[in-house]
Nanobody
Framework: QVQLVESGGGLVQAGDSLRLSCATS????????MGWFRQAPGKERDLLAT????????YYADSVKGRFTISRGNAKNTVYLQMNSLKPEDTAIYYC????????????????WGQGTQVTVSS
């Protein structure tokens, strides 16, 4: 059974930091491109960041560039999202995602989704 499980969400104050983790199982995700999306209430799910299988290619949405950092663990089966200088507008459910092809993930096409983790930033 393929699983992507996010963790690390929570309630923080503006300016704080959080690190989200996405643990994968059931398949070797070391060869997959991985990414993070988020969805705020009443809004569409937006792509935030992506990382290629070898960490050689990275993408960040303008809304998080310079504040968020995506990375992979040494075994490449875990992906992280370090979030600094959090703002109330970062409040959303954050989803981990995977696609065998990096370019398809960049367009929002996802093979596997995690169940999401809530991040709430108070002002």
């Amino acid at each position: 059974q393929v699983q992507l499980v996010e963790s690390g969400g929570g309630l923080v104050q503006a300016g704080d930091s959080l690190r989200l983790s996405c643990a994968t199982s059931g398949r070797t995700f070391g060869n997959y491109a991985m990414g993070w999306f988020r969805q705020a209430p009443g809004k569409e799910r937006d792509l935030l960041a992506t990382i290629s299988w070898d960490s050689g290619s990275l993408y960040y949405a303008d809304s998080v560039k310079g504040r968020f950092t995506i990375s992979r663990g040494n075994a490449k089966n875990t992906v992280y999202l370090q979030m600094n200088s959090l703002k109330p507008e970062d409040t959303a459910i954050y989803y981990c995602a995977a696609n065998r092809q990096y370019n398809r993930l960049l367009t929002g096409i996802v093979d596997y989704w995690g169940q999401g983790t809530q991040v709430t930033v108070s002002s």
